[in-house]
């Protein structure tokens, strides 16, 4: 096993590698692709044994949370677990393409995160995270709010955290009281760049979602898009010697604020390949400020 960079998460002061797994891709059928149980005990084990010490999950993720508890809680002590509330407790998944709505009541919030805990086979969250970035409103006019610091008291979770994205991040950066944001980050996803550092100095820890940008050209996603934006910035004679994949990894391990990236993946090969990105470390500065240069030029 590998020693991989580690950051603290902001005020949480838990150790968490610059690499998280992203477990979204445990989820399966109909919202992803079909991932056997062989498949999905064969990636976990090796994320752990990899080194990688943050999985990120929630309870709209169809199979993620049964998995992980069926294969790897008996190795509980090896990760910092992080799930999502508001999602719907008892729903069928929404078809792909679509969203389950997020529901953010006393009830609802306090059903999924017990639920959440009987799936994972724990007995409490390093991390619960609000989903779906609702407004300041809905998270106080029911209660939802209330409810999770009520668990934490409970010791049923031990950090309030928010899957946020604009127009609602300034007024959760505001609120205070989270000790976690997730926020969506990549060299061709930057329009929350400069809010994920104001997070960081309010104290929060920083999870990035979709920084390996969903794919990578070469993987037949450079038509349209993000990717579009690729193209128009002319970034391929910077690559030297990476793949466009480690290119844009690198690109987001950059960021100073961040603390985990969390990429998904199962394959092992593309596993391997996202640590080897990692421990090249952050991209060379005069490149990273190149590729910005160019990559503001198109918005």
Not at 23 to 38: F, I, K, N, S
Not at 57 to 77: F, N
Not at 137 to 165: C, N, P, V, Y
């Given at each position: 096993m590998t020693d991989l960079p580690r950051r603290d998460l902001g005020r949480t002061g838990l150790p968490v590698t610059m690499l998280g797994y992203g477990a979204m891709e445990l989820r399966g059928a109909p919202r992803g692709p079909d991932v056997t149980e062989a498949q999905a005990e064969t990636i976990l084990n090796a994320v752990l044994d990899a080194g990688?010490?943050?999985?990120?999950?929630?309870?709209?993720?169809?199979?993620?949370?049964?998995?992980?508890?069926?294969?790897?809680?008996?190795?509980?002590?090896?990760?910092?677990?992080?799930?999502?509330?508001?999602?719907?407790?008892?729903?069928?998944?929404?078809?792909?393409?679509?969203?389950?709505?997020?529901?953010?009541?006393?009830?609802?919030?306090?059903?999924?995160?017990?639920?959440?805990?009987?799936?994972?086979?724990?007995?409490?969250?390093?991390?619960?995270?609000?989903?779906?970035?609702?407004?300041?409103?809905?998270?106080?006019?029911?209660?939802?709010?209330?409810?999770?610091?009520?668990?934490?008291?409970?010791?049923?979770?031990?950090?309030?955290?928010?899957?946020?994205?604009?127009?609602?991040?300034?007024?959760?950066?505001?609120?205070?009281?989270?000790?976690?944001?997730?926020?969506?980050?990549?060299?061709?996803?930057?329009?929350?760049?400069?809010?994920?550092?104001?997070?960081?100095t309010a104290g929060a820890g920083i999870v990035i979602r979709g920084g390996a940008a969903k794919g990578a050209p070469s993987e037949g996603k450079q038509e349209g898009g993000r990717w579009a934006r690729w193209q128009q910035a002319h970034l391929d004679d910077l690559l030297e010697d990476m793949t466009p994949m480690e290119f844009t990894l690198r690109f987001t391990f950059s960021h100073q604020e961040m603390d985990t990236n969390i990429v998904g993946t199962t394959n092992p090969a593309h596993l391997q390949d996202n640590i080897n990105a990692l421990l090249k470390g952050p991209l060379p500065p005069a490149i990273y400020m190149e590729a910005k240069r160019r990559l503001e030029t198109v918005g």
């Amino acid at each position: 096993m590998t020693d991989l960079p580690r950051r603290d998460l902001g005020r949480t002061g838990l150790p968490v590698t610059m690499l998280g797994y992203g477990a979204m891709e445990l989820r399966g059928a109909p919202r992803g692709p079909d991932v056997t149980e062989a498949q999905a005990e064969t990636i976990l084990n090796a994320v752990l044994d990899a080194g990688i010490n943050y999985l990120d999950t929630s309870i709209d993720y169809g199979l993620s949370e049964g998995r992980i508890g069926r294969y790897i809680s008996r190795r509980r002590s090896e990760y910092y677990l992080a799930s999502k509330c508001g999602c719907t407790v008892g729903t069928d998944p929404a078809p792909r393409g679509q969203r389950n709505p997020h529901v953010y009541t006393h009830d609802n919030i306090r059903a999924g995160v017990e639920q959440s805990l009987r799936r994972l086979h724990t007995d409490y969250l390093d991390v619960v995270q609000f989903h779906g970035s609702p407004s300041r409103q809905a998270l106080e006019e029911h209660g939802a709010l209330d409810t999770m610091l009520e668990l934490q008291q409970e010791e049923k979770l031990r950090f309030i955290g928010i899957s946020s994205t604009l127009p609602h991040l300034k007024d959760h950066i505001a609120m205070g009281v989270f000790d976690v944001f997730q926020i969506p980050y990549s060299a061709l996803e930057r329009e929350h760049e400069t809010l994920i550092s104001a997070a960081a100095t309010a104290g929060a820890g920083i999870v990035i979602r979709g920084g390996a940008a969903k794919g990578a050209p070469s993987e037949g996603k450079q038509e349209g898009g993000r990717w579009a934006r690729w193209q128009q910035a002319h970034l391929d004679d910077l690559l030297e010697d990476m793949t466009p994949m480690e290119f844009t990894l690198r690109f987001t391990f950059s960021h100073q604020e961040m603390d985990t990236n969390i990429v998904g993946t199962t394959n092992p090969a593309h596993l391997q390949d996202n640590i080897n990105a990692l421990l090249k470390g952050p991209l060379p500065p005069a490149i990273y400020m190149e590729a910005k240069r160019r990559l503001e030029t198109v918005g």
